[in-house]
């Protein structure tokens, strides 16, 4: 079965990028589904960051597009996010979660990563 | 689009129905296809959000038949007919219909 499994450092200081890596294994990145990034704040609820296509389409929450960034290495199965200028505020677990439909940018998510937690401070 | 779930925790007894209910600031039904852009996820601390339900009333493969999905436009509802102790966790509400928010959380206990 498809499994997402997120990587990268726990520890990003401030000002800094936040860099992190979902991989994806037992099924195709390439299947046509949307490969989604979702945080939640301690103790607070979930907020979605954005996602991203095998064909390179990509959609981003508003509120932190200028920010964000999203790519995808089919080689490596990989879906990556990059998020610059980090804050404080930026402390949060982190999901990688594919899109329960395929070619649907908006979407349910029916398969999430066991997240990974990143804090920022100096 | 603001998603705004009632109560914010809930504690019920075991075997007896909980009921959580979610408010859209717009409604999240698409008239062409006249499906409601709307999901339910059950989140246990140390895990990753499990979905429960989609389409407003659509069961996940897998999921136990004492969930349930109903509303449409902009209120729905998730009830759990007979809760079980393994249904203490945090349930969010997701808008797909324009990006997508979640709700703040209902936490539901036993009583």
């Known amino acids: 079965q498809v499994q997402l499994q997120e990587s990268g450092p726990r520890l990003v200081k401030p000002s800094q990028t936040l860099s992190l890596t979902c991989t994806v294994s037992?099924?195709?990145?390439?299947?046509?589904?949307?490969w989604n990034w979702v945080r939640q704040h301690p103790g607070k609820g979930l907020e979605w960051i954005g996602n991203i296509h095998p064909s390179g389409d990509t959609y981003y929450n508003p509120s932190l597009m200028s920010r964000v960034s999203m790519s995808l290495d089919t080689s490596k199965s990989q879906v990556s996010l990059k998020m610059d200028s980090v804050t404080a505020a930026d402390t949060a677990d982190y999901y990688c979660?594919?899109?329960?439909?395929?070619?649907?940018?908006?979407?349910?998510?029916?398969?999430w990563g066991r997240g990974t937690r990143v804090t920022v401070s100096s | 689009i603001v998603m705004t779930q009632s109560p914010d925790s809930l504690a019920v007894s075991l075997g007896e129905r909980a009921a959580i209910n979610c408010k859209s600031s717009?409604?999240?039904?698409?008239?062409?296809?006249?499906?409601?852009?709307l999901a339910w996820y059950q989140h246990k601390s140390g895990q990753p959000p499990k979905l429960l339900i989609y389409w407003a009333s659509t069961r996940e493969s897998g999921v136990p038949d004492r969930f349930s999905g109903s509303g449409s436009g902009t209120d729905f509802t998730l009830t759990i007919s007979s809760l079980q102790a393994e249904d203490v966790a945090v349930y969010y509400c997701?808008?797909?219909?324009?990006?997508?928010?979640f709700g703040q959380g209902t936490k539901v206990e036993i009583k």
């Open positions: 997701q808008q797909y219909y324009d990006g997508s928010t």
């Open positions: 037992g099924g195709s990145i390439k299947s046509g589904y949307f």
């Open positions: 979660a594919r899109g329960g439909e395929s070619k649907s940018y908006y979407i349910f998510f029916d398969l």
């Open positions: 717009q409604s999240l039904l698409y008239n062409p296809n006249n499906k409601n852009y």
